[in-house]
Antibody, heavy 116, light 113 residues
Framework: QVQLVQSGAEVKKPGSSVKVSCKAS????????INWVRQAPGQGLEWMGG????????NYAPKFQGRLTITADESTSTAYMELRSLTSEDTAVYYC?????????WGQGTLVTVSS | DIVMTQSPDSLAVSLGERATINCKSS????????????LAWYQQRPGQPPKLLIY???TRESGVPDRFSGSGSGTDFTLTISSLQAEDVAVYYC?????????FGQGTKLEIK
């Protein structure tokens, strides 16, 4: 049974950073990539980037280059998404998803609220 | 970057009737070497994460009812729900995974008429 379990909601100040975790069960880390997608309140889906844990390469959407870091810890089957220099525009639900051709399993989502 | 554009933005269909959602990409998402289109469809119900319905433009994900079907090639794609059920009320998104950055359409909100 594949499960992606994300860390809990966060409230951050503008200019700070947030790090969201995504723990995967099953053989996800041995075979597939993990992508991160966010959704601002009432808005659509936005692809942020992805990693293939066993291979290492990371792809980022140009919009986030320089302030987004995606990593993976194979020993704990956990992927991480760190976003820096937060503004109110980064208030959103952040999802991790398994990349098997398309995104077939999703985490429950983590609400990140950026507010002074 | 590939831009995905869905139409319509919203749609109201009677129960049991057909619903059709379109998705257009700004450039082809067809791999000529494999003849496969790197196009997926997702369903998102309120308060839930998206659910994969279709990949390779027309391959139904395991467990997805057969009233959902995908078609199209190159730059123009369609998601069809053959007989709308109440549980199909949701927002539907297309996504290209032909190259990075992967990109989603803006979404189509499907309601019951």
């Amino acid at each position: 049974q594949v499960q992606l379990v994300q860390s809990g909601a966060e409230v951050k100040k503008p200019g700070s950073s947030v790090k969201v975790s995504c723990k995967a069960s099953g053989d996800t880390f041995n075979r597939y990539g993990i992508n991160w997608v966010r959704q601002a309140p009432g808005q659509g889906l936005e692809w942020m980037g992805g990693i293939i844990p066993i291979l290492g390469p990371v792809n980022y959407a140009p919009k986030f280059q320089g302030r987004l870091t995606i990593t993976a810890d194979e020993s704990t089957s956990t992927a991480y998404m760190e976003l820096r220099s937060l503004t109110s525009e980064d208030t959103a639900v952040y999802y991790c998803a398994r990349d098997r051709i398309a995104l077939d399993y999703w985490g429950q989502g983590t609400l990140v609220t950026v507010s002074s | 970057d590939i831009v995905m554009t869905q139409s319509p933005d919203s749609l109201a269909v009677s129960l049991g009737e057909r619903a059709t959602i379109n998705c257009k990409s700004s450039q082809t998402v067809l791999y000529s070497s494999t003849n496969k289109n790197s196009l997926a469809w997702y369903q998102q119900r309120p308060g839930q994460p998206p659910k994969l319905l279709i990949y390779w433009a027309s391959t139904r994900e395991s467990g997805v009812p057969d009233r959902f079907s995908g078609s199209g090639s190159g730059t123009d794609f369609t998601l069809t729900i053959s007989s709308l059920q109440a549980e199909d009320v949701a927002v539907y998104y297309c996504q290209q995974y032909y190259n990075t950055p992967n990109s989603f359409g803006q979404g189509t909100k499907l309601e019951i008429k």
